[in-house]
Nanobody
Framework: QVQLVESGGGLVQAGGSLRLSCAAS????????MGWFRQAPGKEREFVTG????????LYADSVKGRFTVSRDNAKNTVYLQMNRLKAEDTAVYYC?????????????????WGQGTQVTVSS
């Protein structure tokens, strides 16, 4: 069982930056691929980025490539999402998720554990 707690959301102006953190419980964090998803009001949840369990291999949605960076610190059981050059369309609830596979994936069905989410609001 893995419990995930996100933090770092908030209100920021367009062009600004935010860094989200996701702290995981459990001693097997380093065996899980991790991902970030987001859901805007009235829209489906969408994949943002994923990172492999080991080696830091990453995947990004086209909409965030070049602006967002995912990283993880297995010693701290934490995954991060650095978001730069934020746009109004990045406004959403951001969710951290853990997949019972070491391989990075954009498939939400492969993620077994989800956090409660943290709100990110970008004002234009």
């Amino acid at each position: 069982q893995v419990q995930l707690v996100e933090s770092g959301g908030g209100l920021v102006q367009a062009g600004g930056s935010l860094r989200l953190s996701c702290a995981a419980s459990g001693r097997t964090f380093s065996s899980y691929a991790m991902g970030w998803f987001r859901q805007a009001p009235g829209k489906e949840r969408e994949f943002v980025t994923g990172i492999s369990a080991i080696g830091g291999l990453t995947l990004y949605a086209d909409s965030v490539k070049g602006r967002f960076t995912v990283s993880r610190d297995n010693a701290k059981n934490t995954v991060y999402l650095q978001m730069n050059r934020l746009k109004a369309e990045d406004t959403a609830v951001y969710y951290c998720a853990a997949a019972s596979t070491p391989w990075r994936t954009s498939d939400s069905g492969k993620y077994d554990y989800w956090g409660q989410g943290t709100q990110v609001t970008v004002s234009s």
